[in-house]
């Protein structure tokens, strides 16, 4: 109860901050997953052999025999990033505190907000048992499918904060529902074929860790039937959608969806053309980021939950344990 009277001392966060402060946070938890690519295709994933510490007895890269001086700060560096991603899910958990103290009703918006300091501590968890079993590919998988979830996450946070917390009202003919659910459904496959991919890929973080034994030729037709199945139902959503004349705004998510997603499919030809090169490994995970929040704000901007409560403090305070 103490630390909630100190929240309560806190400014009340305008909506120009709140909105910052959950754009923010998809910036950072995406940008996270872009940074660890780099890591990947560098080969710098062991740059720092132990975990939580760079090497053992210091926190911090230090000049070494068997270890690139480059590749050490390429990984630390991502190390790094983590604490500005807790410090930006850190703000946005005051935030939301702050906003429930005076608006009870939103606990809905708390707990989403709770949600991107606890995931990126299970991110760090997985990242260091990546680290501790040398860049195994199916934990390394695990350490990127996380940070989709979060990214996803932080989407919904956005919208949370502009809305209310009404039972979700459709904006979609009841048919597109389901449609919908199928359309997240194969983009997690899609996203799931493509750490596959990757993890029978060149580019493992280091030279010398051990791949997965399988035709990576086989395992890209079927990330690409993935996106074949996201495409398609994108087609049925995009008929059921004029035939009942939605509005404008889900036209615009919609049309912004298709565009990253086509662009995401050709890079990734080309890229399988040139034989994966490493800068476009790294521009195809952007990709990935950016398929997440597209699709995230379309099916955000599905539903409706009626106006938002909490713009403004509440008349008269109601601090939750005041009593």
Not at 39 to 65: A, K, Y
Not at 135 to 153: G, K, S
Not at 290 to 319: N, Y
């Amino acid at each position: 109860m103490q630390l909630s009277s100190l929240v309560g001392r806190l400014p009340y966060p305008s909506q120009a901050l709140q909105r910052a402060l959950a754009i923010a946070a998809i910036i950072t938890q995406a940008g996270i997953g872009v940074t660890g690519s780099i890591v990947r295709v560098t080969g710098s994933g062991l740059g720092c052999p132990t975990w939580p510490q760079c090497f053992p007895g210091s926190m911090v890269p230090i000049e070494h025999p068997e270890y690139a001086t480059l590749n050490q700060w390429i990984e630390y560096g991502n190390r790094m990033l983590t604490v500005v991603v807790v410090f930006v899910a850190a703000l946005c958990v005051l935030a939301a505190w702050r906003i429930y103290l005076d608006h009870p009703s939103r606990k809905r918006l708390l707990r989403l907000a709770w949600v991107m300091p606890a995931g990126v501590v299970a991110q760090a968890v997985i990242g260091g048992i990546t680290v501790l079993t040398d860049l195994l590919w199916w934990i390394v998988a695990l350490h990127f499918l996380p940070t989709t979830v979060l990214v996803w996450m932080a989407v919904i946070l956005l919208r949370a904060f502009t809305e209310g917390d009404q039972p979700p009202r459709p904006r979609v003919p009841h048919s597109s529902r389901p449609v919908l659910g199928v359309l997240v459904a194969s983009l997690a496959g899609l996203l799931i074929a493509g750490t596959v991919v990757t993890g029978a890929g060149p580019h493992g973080g280091d030279p010398d860790v051990e791949r997965f034994d399988a035709p990576i030729e086989t395992l890209t037709r079927i990330h690409a039937a993935f996106l074949y199945l996201f495409l398609a139902v994108l087609v049925v959503l995009g008929v059921q959608w004029y035939r009942a004349r939605v509005e404008k705004k889900l036209w615009l998510h919609y049309t912004t969806v298709w565009v990253i997603a086509l662009a995401q499919g050709v890079l990734g030809v080309v890229q399988y053309r040139l034989g994966i090169p490493e800068a476009l490994v790294s521009l195809h995970v952007l990709g990935s980021m950016l398929i997440i929040v597209a699709t995230a704000a379309l099916w955000c901007a599905a539903r409706d939950r009626g106006p938002v409560v909490s713009t403004v403090p509440a008349p008269e305070r109601h601090t939750v344990g005041a009593a």
